[in-house]
Every structure is written in C-alpha cells, then in structure tokens.
Nanobody
Framework: QVQLVESGGGLVQAGGSLRLSCIAS????????VGWYRQIPGAQRELVAT???????NYAPFAKGRFTISRDNDKATLDLQMNDLKPDGTAVYYC???????????WGQGTQVTVSS
C-alpha cells in the first residue's frame, strides 16, 4: 500500500521561505511521477509542481522562479523549496504520486502553509 507523509508546513511571514518534504513508502518511487498540489479553502486543488521519473519538471506559473521541486529516489523523498512566499500562498499542500503502469494516483494527508502579511 502506497503511503505519502508530508512535513515542513507552518507559519511564515511574506517574503520568507519554507521547505516541504514528503516520504513515500510502498511504491516504485523511482519510476513514478511525483509532485505537489495545493488547496485554498473554497477552491479546487491546483498544481504547484511535478517531476517525472526522467527528471522533467513542470511548474505552475505562480511557482516559477520561486519554488523548486526535487526528489531523492534512493530515499524515496520529495521536497518543495518555496522562497519569497506571498499571503496568497496560504493553503494546504499535498504530496502526490502517480504510477503510470497502474494508472493510480496517491495523495498525502496534506500540510498547512500559512503566509502572513
């Protein structure tokens, strides 16, 4: 059974930085696409960034230049470095894993990020 556990959320002032981490278990992590999504109250979950098994990275427009996604296949971990955070970045951030061979998606429980102005 695939499990994803996030950590690293918290409260930060606008302009500050946070690093989110996700540990995966029960999956073939190194051949999966992984990523981060976020959900603002009252809104749909939206893409932040993804990284394929071949290390292709895709960022939402708001994340480009400020956020960096990275993965460690040996440790089955996924990180999101977020710099210059803005108050509209306040959301629950979710770790995501997609197994292409089984067409299955998995989500972590989410970690709250609050950016104060």
């Amino acid at each position: 059974q695939v499990q994803l556990v996030e950590s690293g959320g918290g409260l930060v002032q606008a302009g500050g930085s946070l690093r989110l981490s996700c540990i995966a278990s029960g999956s073939k992590f190194d051949i999966s696409t992984v990523g981060w999504y976020r959900q603002i109250p009252g809104a749909q979950r939206e893409l932040v960034a993804t990284q394929t098994a071949g290390d292709l990275r895709n960022y939402a427009p708001f994340a480009k230049g400020r956020f960096t996604i990275s993965r460690d296949n040996d440790k089955a971990t996924l990180d999101l470095q977020m710099n210059d955070l803005k108050p509209d970045g306040t959301a629950v951030y979710y770790c995501y894993l997609y197994q292409q061979w089984s067409v299955d998606s998995y989500w972590g429980q989410g970690t709250q990020v609050t950016v104060s102005s």
